[in-house]
């Protein structure tokens, strides 16, 4: 499973995790939650579930998200390992107050994804074959380096990023590599190819390292 798979089953994990917590909670005081040792036992697996789900979310999806992730983590961490020195009034105050907020974030998140994933489902992306496929794929690009990560564009910016990657690689050999290697031959024939493709792109011999004749 590639990572971003994993990481929105992770968040998942957490979301179910965090709504089954608030529902051993829903109605019940904090004398209530210390006279059912049961209910209690449970709130504290769930709260261990949900940390551990976080615990395990990568950092750099952890960076696109504003959710507590230290005092999610640190809570699962507590009650993981301080056996018999649990405070059940912090507890009770996450369960009842923190739980809400992080379940109404994953929920955004949860949304976010499924809008994500409908739209790759009728997203119409052809694939890189010719110089104009790729120089049309470098102008849409161009267009959506400002959209986020988390957003319908910006997954489409990250496909799109492949494929001329994928291109670039297989059909494409840049001046300064060939330079480098000694082919000037060669070298004088890309450059004036690389002119074509990217007009933007104009390198001098200077930039490319090699010296003026």
């Not at 267009?143 to 496909?159: C, F, K, Q, V």
């Not at 890309?190 to 010296?211: N, S, V």
Request: with cysteine.
């Amino acid at each position: 499973m590639k990572r971003e798979k994993r990481d929105d089953a992770y968040l998942w994990d957490m979301l179910d995790a965090a709504r089954e917590a608030r529902e051993l909670i829903s109605g019940l005081s904090y004398d209530d939650l210390m006279s059912r040792k049961v209910v209690r036992l449970a709130l504290e697996r769930v709260l261990e579930i949900t940390g551990e789900a976080a615990r395990n979310v990568s950092p750099r999806r952890r960076n696109r998200h504003a959710i507590p992730w230290q005092g999610v983590i640190g809570l699962r961490n507590a009650i993981a390992h301080e056996y018999g020195e649990i405070d059940y009034e912090r507890i009770y105050s996450i369960a009842t107050k923190g739980v809400p907020k992080l379940i109404s974030a994953l929920e955004k998140i949860s949304k976010t994804n499924e809008q994500i994933h409908l739209h790759l489902g009728t997203m119409e992306i052809k694939p890189i074959r010719t110089k104009t496929d790729y120089r049309a794929a470098l102008k849409e690009i161009e267009t959506l380096m400002s959209a986020r990560a988390d957003t319908p564009e910006g997954a489409r910016l990250n496909i799109l990023s492949k494929l001329v990657e994928a291109y670039e690689k297989k059909h494409l050999t840049f001046p300064v590599e060939l330079y480098s290697e000694g082919r000037i031959g060669e070298f004088d024939e890309a450059e004036a190819d690389m002119e074509k493709i990217l007009p933007r792109r104009k390198k001098t011999r200077a930039d490319c390292g090699r010296p003026k004749r």
